[in-house]
């Protein structure tokens, strides 16, 4: 009896690095975990510590491999053999302590409750793969050499693809006959993501035509429709290659040439109005966006701000974004992830998905990509995009 990855100490550390690795002793081990393969694993080999892509492992040793029946509010069938490994959002990680198998699990609402099981991998050593393997996806999007240099939507699709089927080479029985498997192929998705555009030189990012496009209408913007004001020659350059898209996230009647805030809105140049953020006034407006903020560009730095919302005073936090390649990624990533999770909720039955929730993960994902696409951008607590993550009623950052 096997485990289906040929893994030892050095690949474990070679992965993670060795001061992330956490091993238990045998004495450790719970009697239920019959699984010699298993129980070498964790002893000799290790796990990483906190985990990867968007599943955490527990390495305190007070809820490491914890009975899960334990940690469930009652009774419930079929948790006998299943120790708790950790969790991917609000479902349980757990291992099978005779078959090794590894899954998340929840329960029924039925009267005893029922152990229900999402299963991730026949054996952890799979999991330790593919976490290194989501890992390496990630880096990767950041070396600009990486790929050829190539970027975009369609590298998206290929990377994403080809790590797809590397997995379902390695354990196929995770995954259905469609080819996808409900938690790997999301975090897959997620991670992909940051292949869309390359790391810029004088923007963070260089973003092309064909990534905009897929933003939803694009007005194209000419030399002539950028004023003076618009001094930043980098987002002069950006705005006349890929023009202005219209999203969610980005709206109204965008008005060419571009013109400043005082002068694109009435209220907002009536002498007596009272502006918490008077220098706003002669950013360049691009349009409005959620909480009645409007969208507005420092012409001589090139960074983004938002107005004062429709909440309390001075919210959310002024700053939007360092640049406009930046918001422009940002916005094609929270609409990618959108248009999956919406995907996702019509693809299967509740019975084919028991625990997992796709869309979940895609949240999750939003908050982590944003804050690596531009770390300014969630900086402050009560920034634009920490406000719209935690706010339940606008359905966080992927709501309608």
Same mark, same amino acid.
């Given at each position: 009896?096997?485990?289906?990855?040929?893994?030892?100490?050095?690949?474990?550390?070679?992965?993670?690095?060795?001061?992330?690795?956490?091993?238990?002793?045998?004495?450790?081990?719970?009697?239920?975990?019959?699984?010699?393969?298993?129980?070498?694993?964790?002893?000799?080999?290790?796990?990483?510590?906190?985990?990867?892509?968007? /599943? +955490?492992?527990?390495?305190? @040793?007070?809820? $490491? %491999?914890?009975?899960?029946? =334990?940690?469930?509010?009652?009774?419930?069938? !079929?948790?006998?053999?299943?120790?708790?490994?950790?969790?991917?959002?609000?479902?349980?990680?757990?291992?099978?302590?005779?078959?090794?198998?590894?899954?998340?699990?929840?329960?029924?609402?039925?009267?005893?409750?029922?152990?229900?099981?999402?299963?991730?991998?026949?054996?952890?050593?799979?999991?330790?793969?593919?976490?290194?393997?989501?890992?390496?996806?990630?880096?990767?999007?950041?070396?600009?050499?990486?790929?050829?240099?190539?970027?975009?939507?369609?590298?998206?699709?290929?990377?994403?693809?080809?790590?797809?089927?590397?997995?379902?080479?390695?354990?196929?029985?995770?995954?259905?006959?469609?080819?996808?498997?409900?938690?790997?192929?999301?975090?897959?998705?997620?991670?992909? /993501? +940051?292949?869309?555009?390359? @790391?810029?030189? $004088? %923007?963070?990012?260089?973003? =092309?035509?064909?990534?905009?496009?897929?933003? !939803?209408?694009?007005?194209?913007?000419?030399?002539?429709?950028?004023?003076?004001?618009?001094?930043?020659?980098?987002?002069?350059?950006?705005?006349?290659?890929?023009?202005?898209?219209?999203?969610?996230?980005?709206?109204?009647?965008?008005?060419?040439?571009?013109?400043?805030?005082?002068?694109?809105?009435?209220?907002?140049?009536?002498?007596?109005?009272?502006?918490?953020?008077?220098?706003?006034?002669?950013?360049?407006?691009?349009?409005?966006?959620?909480?009645?903020?409007?969208?507005?560009?420092?012409?001589?730095?090139?960074?983004?701000?938002?107005?004062?919302?429709?909440?309390?005073?001075?919210?959310?936090?002024?700053?939007?974004?360092?640049?406009?390649?930046?918001?422009?990624?940002? /916005?094609?990533?929270?609409?990618?992830?959108?248009?999956?999770?919406?995907?996702?909720? =019509?693809?299967?039955?509740?019975?084919?998905?028991?625990?997992?929730?796709?869309?979940?993960?895609?949240?999750?994902?939003?908050?982590?990509?944003?804050?690596?696409?531009?770390?300014?951008?969630?900086?402050?607590?009560?920034?634009?995009?920490?406000?719209?993550?935690?706010?339940?009623?606008?359905?966080?950052?992927?709501?309608?």
């Amino acid at each position: 009896m096997q485990l289906k990855v040929d893994i030892d100490r050095e690949r474990l550390a070679d992965w993670f690095g060795e001061d992330a690795i956490h091993r238990l002793p045998e004495q450790a081990l719970p009697a239920v975990l019959t699984h010699a393969p298993t129980r070498r694993l964790l002893t000799e080999v290790g796990l990483p510590r906190g985990g990867g892509g968007f /599943l +955490r492992f527990d390495t305190d @040793p007070d809820l $490491l %491999l914890q009975p899960l029946a =334990t940690r469930l509010d009652g009774p419930s069938v !079929g948790a006998g053999h299943l120790l708790v490994l950790g969790a991917v959002q609000r479902d349980w990680l757990v291992l099978d302590g005779v078959s090794g198998q590894v899954a998340l699990a929840g329960t029924s609402y039925d009267q005893p409750a029922q152990v229900v099981l999402d299963v991730l991998a026949g054996d952890l050593s799979v999991v330790l793969l593919f976490l290194h393997e989501l890992a390496g996806l990630r880096a990767g999007a950041a070396d600009p050499a990486a790929h050829g240099g190539r970027r975009g939507p369609a590298v998206v699709a290929e990377v994403t693809g080809a790590l797809a089927q590397r997995m379902r080479a390695v354990d196929p029985a995770v995954f259905e006959p469609s080819g996808m498997a409900p938690y790997w192929s999301a975090a897959v998705l997620a991670s992909g /993501l +940051r292949w869309a555009a390359r @790391p810029g030189d $004088l %923007l963070a990012y260089e973003i =092309t035509p064909e990534l905009v496009a897929e933003l !939803g209408e694009v007005r194209p913007v000419r030399a002539p429709d950028l004023p003076a004001a618009l001094s930043h020659e980098p987002t002069r350059r950006l705005l006349t290659t890929v023009g202005l898209p219209t999203t969610d996230h980005l709206w109204g009647d965008q008005v060419l040439p571009l013109a400043t805030l005082r002068e694109s809105d009435p209220w907002y140049a009536e002498p007596d109005a009272e502006i918490e953020r008077a220098h706003q006034l002669d950013h360049l407006w691009l349009g409005d966006t959620a909480y009645d903020c409007q969208v507005v560009l420092d012409g001589q730095r090139g960074h983004l701000e938002v107005t004062v919302g429709d909440g309390d005073e001075d919210w959310p936090a002024a700053w939007l974004h360092a640049d406009l390649s930046a918001y422009y990624l940002t /916005l094609w990533v929270l609409t990618r992830l959108r248009a999956e999770a919406l995907r996702w909720t =019509t693809l299967h039955t509740p019975a084919d998905w028991q625990v997992f929730t796709p869309v979940d993960l895609f949240q999750e994902a939003a908050l982590q990509l944003i804050a690596e696409i531009d770390p300014s951008a969630v900086q402050d607590e009560t920034s634009f995009w920490n406000a719209l993550a935690d706010d339940g009623h606008m359905g966080g950052l992927l709501g309608g």
